[in-house]
């Protein structure tokens, strides 16, 4: 079935780029996302790609993807404390068109 | 983007009770799904709410232990029966809206079972 794999923990310094990685096992794949949540709460949706696109950039936010090898990057510019959080990667099957979810990768941004 | 609101926001139930957790959007929606999130893992899909039928059980998710409701298009339900404590996790509403492919999710329903 379909997988979707991330590293479990990421440190950075505050001021530092994060870089959160992201692999992949559905060719048919449509819509990539990544949300992040912070303790305690719910989803938020941080940004998505489509498969046709290689890179996306929103502000402080680089996702990249590399449809050939199957992998999904997101990178935070100036990381801050505020974005310590879990960040999930999605992705949307082109044949299911249901969501499936990576592991989550723990970003702890240090002062 | 969309206003997800999801009722209870947590609760503490007996074992072998059961909950019904609400999920009311704020525009009209494609698609209405059920997520359950366990103490320290992923997010797995329970089920496609499906408007006026019944829902779409993944695997390993049965009607009997998770009904699902969905009326109209911007409202279900979902019922945890026989609450034992290994269904102690939080429960997302997650919407797809109508034109879009951009799945939003409620803030979950925190669940304790003792």
């Known amino acids: 079935g379909e997988d979707v794999e991330q590293s479990l923990f990421l440190s950075v310094r505050e001021g530092d780029s994060s870089v959160i990685n992201c692999t992949y096992t559905?060719?048919?794949?449509?819509?990539l996302y990544w949300y992040k949540q912070e303790p305690g709460a719910g989803l938020q949706l941080l940004t998505y790609?489509?498969?046709?696109?290689d890179m996306k950039q929103d502000q402080r936010l680089t996702v990249l993807l590399n449809k050939k090898d199957k992998h999904l990057s997101l990178r935070i510019a100036d990381t801050q404390t505020g974005d310590s959080a879990i960040y999930f990667c999605a992705n949307r099957g082109g044949a299911t068109n249901k969501l499936i979810f990576g592991t989550g990768t723990l970003l702890a941004v240090q002062p | 983007s969309a206003v997800i609101s999801q009722k209870p926001s947590r609760d503490i139930c007996q074992r072998g009770t059961s909950l019904t957790i609400q999920c009311q959007v704020d525009?009209?929606?494609?698609?209405m799904f059920w997520y359950r999130q366990q103490p320290g893992q992923s997010l797995t899909l329970i089920a496609t709410a499906n408007q006026g039928s019944e829902a779409t059980y993944e695997s390993g998710f049965v009607i009997d232990k998770f009904p699902i409701s969905r009326p109209n298009l911007t409202f279900s339900t979902l019922t945890v029966s026989n609450m034992s404590p290994e269904d102690s996790s939080i429960y997302l509403c997650s919407v797809v809206l109508i034109q879009k492919n951009i799945q939003y999710f409620g803030a979950g329903t925190r669940l304790s079972v003792l």
């Open positions: 559905d060719s048919s794949s449509t819509y």
């Open positions: 790609i489509f498969s046709n696109m």
């Open positions: 525009s009209q929606v494609t698609m």
